[in-house]
């Protein structure tokens, strides 16, 4: 079967239907609404290039006009769902695209009527596929290896669309776009399908990426308030734990929320839940460079310090305990004050294990209870104090 302009265009069609209902098999997975968008353009092509073959019948007005017009708006639905992936706004300019599209039913009939015609359609294509792949720049960065494919296919197409205009401005190159006759036709109709397969296969990978990252984001995240949970904290807890030595040592603060019961008993469990989002909040802006926190659970919070020592350790808790404090009593009238109780311990040697850490803590935090509560107490198990580990307890009064 010889691949004449015809054959080119039924090639084409079955891929961007192809395309189109690939992608919108895609959303109904992923729910991400550039994939709408993107499927919509393949099925723009599709029906363009149906169009196109009515040529043939002397349709010209159906066959060029109407069936390029639905190419370049097929491109700029790639380019509003490149837009919707990455967040970005676009210009209500970029409408201007069809008022342009629209003047070339003004164009005379003549010999130059092909190459205008060529002319304002690659420059038009090439503009907003170039854009597209510009928004995609950024992303690259953090988007893994489908961002950057798509980024690059775009890129090539819009390159090949501005390459199209060449042939326009040398004088004698022959172009008729009613009998699809001319090399660059024939190359443009080769260059679109294999472009068909590059971008759908492209743009596929880049929400697959984004959502395999969410739904990993999600898993080492505690819902409520955002930070990492006990998963979380386990897997990127070893490399902070085995780098504690004497010259750098390591600590853990246990912290637990004195009276939380009574918030939730008196103002509701939404009460509790701004609780602890707050306290939350107040560790993660108060975490030192290069340590960890995560909620194990309930109104258990933890923090992982490098490059310890007591009196960081105690300044921390301190902080910690005095914004809380003032913070708590400002919002929930109780009973009893609502306050913390920290469990800290401190090591130059890396632990068993982040289980065996967290229970050195938990000892220290019952014993930071059972001194009255609102108050630290630290266990320094460095080398220094082994024969005799340290205690240091510090109340808020």
């Known amino acids: 079967m010889a691949l004449d302009p015809s054959t080119m265009l039924t090639i084409t069609i079955a891929l961007a239907l192809a395309a189109a209902l690939y992608l919108a098999i895609e959303w109904q997975t992923a729910r991400e609404s550039p994939l709408l968008f993107w499927s919509a353009g393949f099925a723009l092509i599709s029906i363009g290039c149906t169009l196109a073959l009515l040529r043939n019948s002397g349709l010209l007005l159906v066959g060029i006009w109407f069936a390029n017009g639905l190419l370049i708006t097929a491109h700029w639905l790639f380019l509003l769902g490149v837009a919707r992936f990455t967040e970005a706004r676009l210009s209500r300019a970029w409408y201007l695209i069809f008022v342009a599209w629209a003047a070339m039913l003004l164009l005379p009939e003549g010999p130059a009527w092909s190459k205008v015609m060529l002319l304002v359609n690659s420059l038009l294509v090439a503009l907003v596929t170039l854009r597209?792949?510009?928004?995609?720049?950024?992303?690259?960065?953090?988007?893994?290896?489908?961002?950057?494919?798509?980024?690059?296919v775009l890129l090539g197409h819009g390159l090949f669309y501005i390459a199209k205009t060449i042939p326009v401005l040398v004088p004698g190159t022959l172009i008729d776009l009613a009998a699809f006759r001319g090399e660059i036709i024939q190359v443009s109709l080769v260059e679109g399908a294999m472009a068909i397969m590059l971008i759908a296969l492209s743009m596929t990978g880049t929400v697959r990426y984004r959502r395999e990252k969410r739904i990993e984001r999600l898993a080492a995240r505690d819902p409520l308030t955002a930070m990492y949970n006990r998963r979380a904290l386990e897997a990127r807890a070893p490399h902070l734990l085995l780098s504690a030595s004497p010259a750098r040592p390591g600590a853990l603060l246990l912290i637990d929320i004195d009276n939380f019961k009574l918030v939730n008993d008196l103002h509701g469990h939404t009460a509790g839940d701004r609780l602890l989002v707050a306290l939350g909040e107040m560790i993660r802006v108060g975490l030192p460079e290069g340590a960890l926190a995560a909620r194990l659970g309930g109104d258990e919070f933890v923090i992982l310090l490098r490059n310890a020592s007591p009196e960081r350790i105690v300044a921390l808790g301190d902080m910690l305990r005095q914004q809380f404090h003032d913070m708590a009593a400002r919002t929930f009238a109780t009973p009893q004050a609502v306050t913390l109780s920290i469990g800290a311990s401190l090591f130059d040697q890396p632990p068993a294990s982040l289980a065996a850490l967290i229970e050195q803590g938990d000892v220290a935090l019952y014993e930071s209870k059972r001194g009255g509560r609102n108050s630290i107490r630290l266990v320094d198990r460095t080398v220094a104090t082994t024969e005799q580990p340290a205690e240091l307890n510090r109340s808020l009064r």
Not at 132 to 152: D, H, K, T
């Open 132 to 152: 597209a792949s510009q928004l995609l720049r950024p992303m690259g960065r953090s988007m893994g290896v489908g961002v950057v494919q798509l980024r690059y």
